[in-house]
């Protein structure tokens, strides 16, 4: 498998615990080091494709309105 491809997934595992850990300073940093690692198109592309199928629509919500700073 290449290393790329190795990254991806590593990084898509600890974002997706990030984001059911509730922990945003977490999921920034390792947010930040995949566009370090991998480039911002990779990170976006991973996010935009691989995360979504995985949480559901309340998961989805609390997401939005966590960056969104709103309290629920």
Known sequence: ?????CIS??????LFAALQANASDLFKRWL???IQDLGEAAVTELLLD????????VER????????????
């Open 9 to 14: 997934l590593f990084l898509l595992a600890e």
């Open 1 to 5: 498998m290449p290393q790329d491809t």
């Open 50 to 57: 691989w995360i979504d199928p995985f949480i559901t629509r």
């Open 61 to 72: 919500d609390r997401i939005v309105t966590w960056h969104l700073g709103v309290s629920l």
């Open 32 to 34: 930040y080091g995949g």
